[in-house]
């Protein structure tokens, strides 16, 4: 996430040539100064030195000699492969995905976004283009991701509970409350009379023990359907809005999610999709959200033609 990118010395970088205010925003410089002292003081007051930082950091013109019209380089911001996602699926040979955007949310009817993708074969890749290009300033900070590595985890997911018919949303509403109505059942098989503590700490921590034995409830919609966090493939939430067809404005087919952009990784409301490496009790809480990305209400897809992926692809948001 974030570069440094699999990029040719010899290939032109990507760059915004669309005419919107370019120069006023945020530093990158500064975004990736504030995460750094807000990560490094995390349980701890700041220090004086970081206070005056921070204060510093301010909204503005900060860059005055870009002009509109100037072309503004890309922002990277993920490179797959398709040894390492078995979703990802590109044009026959190619095996590795790049995805880039212009950090400013201004583009379009919608004034969204700008995203590009460069589908390639690594095994093509000469020299590498080093430094890479970055653009100077972001509209918002939230627009810019912050450099991590991807630990791709495969999971199972389902139709988003509105697009199934009628009958099946009624089997899995009479699915869910027979698993209610066993945890009812076992909340008072289990039932005893409160012991007695000798300190605030003894109870609080019997407490947490019988919290953590308790059974989960399971819903469809929360633990099957629909995996939060950034992904590739799987199906849509149409959670914020009705569903909506996106079609491909080329041939008319419909367009799946290719990659999904969401504000954290896992919301907290289920464990079924916490990542692997985040279920230890020892777990970083900040691992929720790796890439400090906010786009729109929180969540961002870009969709792909099946037929053809050099259709041009769209993006829906939620």
């Not at 996430?1 to 010395?9: C, K, S, T």
Request: glycine residues 8%; aromatic residues 8%; proline residues 9%.
């Amino acid at each position: 996430m974030a570069g440094p990118l699999l990029w040719p010395a010899d290939e032109p970088w990507p760059v915004c040539t669309a005419v919107h205010p370019k120069g006023r925003g945020h530093l990158l410089s500064d975004v990736r100064l504030s995460r750094r002292i807000q990560r490094e003081a995390r349980g701890r007051e700041y220090t004086e030195d970081e206070q005056r930082l921070l204060s510093g950091m301010s909204e503005g013109n900060h860059d005055p000699d870009l002009r509109d019209d100037d072309p503004l380089p890309m922002l990277a911001v993920a490179q797959l492969y398709a040894r390492d996602v078995p979703d990802l699926v590109g044009a026959d040979g190619h095996d590795l995905l790049q995805v880039f955007w212009c950090p400013f949310e201004v583009h379009g009817a919608d004034r969204t976004i700008d995203v590009v993708l460069k589908w390639r074969r690594s095994a093509d890749v000469g020299s590498v283009l080093t430094p890479q290009p970055e653009p100077p300033v972001a509209g918002r900070a939230e627009c810019v991701p912050t450099t991590c590595v991807v630990h791709p985890e495969q999971v199972v997911e389902h139709e988003y509970l509105g697009l199934l018919d009628e009958e099946l949303q009624g089997e899995i509403d009479a699915w869910e409350e027979g698993l209610l109505g066993e945890d009812d059942e076992k909340d008072e098989d289990d039932f005893s009379s409160p012991g007695s503590y000798a300190t605030y700490e003894e109870y609080a921590e019997a407490m947490a023990v019988a919290r953590a034995a308790e059974p989960e409830e399971t819903t469809y919609i929360s633990d099957l359907s629909i995996a939060p966090g950034w992904k590739v493939g799987g199906f849509a939430s149409w959670h914020l809005t009705d569903p909506a067809r996106v079609d491909c404005e080329v041939c008319g087919a419909t367009m799946p999610p290719l990659l999904t952009v969401d504000m954290w990784e896992c919301d907290g409301a289920s464990r079924s999709w916490l990542p692997i490496e985040d279920r230890n009790p020892d777990h970083d809480p900040y691992a929720t959200n790796p890439t400090d990305v906010y786009l729109g209400r929180g969540l961002m897809r870009v969709h792909t033609c099946p037929v053809d992926p050099a259709h041009p692809h769209r993006l829906s948001f939620q």
